[in-house]
């Protein structure tokens, strides 16, 4: 199960993504709260329950998809467990399809087979992903290091 969410198609709508996730992250920064008040129409609902009761890790995810979005991104929400297609996976890493494939053949990302079909873990996917970018940082920090014992002027 995955949720795709296309970008914010108009402006009012983005201010408001914007000021959602301002209200957010201000109430996680300051307060650490996790009550939100639902309003309809300018009025709170007082009938059946008006609060929510969210952990503030929820909350962060909501802030991030608002962030996201208010900046003309699209946003996918799919749980790590899924199984994705080399084509999605290579598609999540913005790589091509067949360099995946090479990367799997040399043993670099674990998978399965479905019949004569590769299937990924999401969550080896994304764990791909973040040690390619932990290892592209360091690499560019040793870079900066370099620069500055040689004194080049960065």
């Known amino acids: 199960m995955s949720t795709v969410m296309d970008r914010l198609d108009n402006k009012e709508d983005v201010e408001l993504a914007k000021a959602a996730q301002r209200c957010i992250v201000s109430a996680l920064d300051h307060a650490r709260a996790v009550n939100i008040a639902i ?3 300018g009025v709170e ?22 962030g996201a979005m208010a900046q003309g991104k699209a946003v996918a929400i799919m749980p790590k467990e899924m199984d994705v297609t080399t084509q999605e996976a290579a598609m999540f890493l913005q790589v091509s399809r067949p360099y995946l494939v090479r990367l799997l053949d040399q043993g670099k990302m674990p998978f399965h087979k479905v019949g004569t079909h590769r299937r990924i873990r999401f969550e080896d996917v994304v764990a791909y ?8 940082h360091s690499a560019l920090q040793e870079l900066v290091d370099q620069a500055q014992e040689l004194d080049m002027g960065y």
């Not at 992903?129 to 592209?136: L, N, P, T």
Request: aromatic share 4%; glycine share 0%.
């Open 39 to 41: 309003v309809e129409d």
């Open 129 to 136: 992903k973040e040690a390619r970018q932990k290892s592209a």
């Open 45 to 66: 609902r007082v009938a059946d329950s008006p609060l929510l009761k969210l952990p503030p890790k929820v909350l962060r995810l909501f802030a991030d998809l608002l």
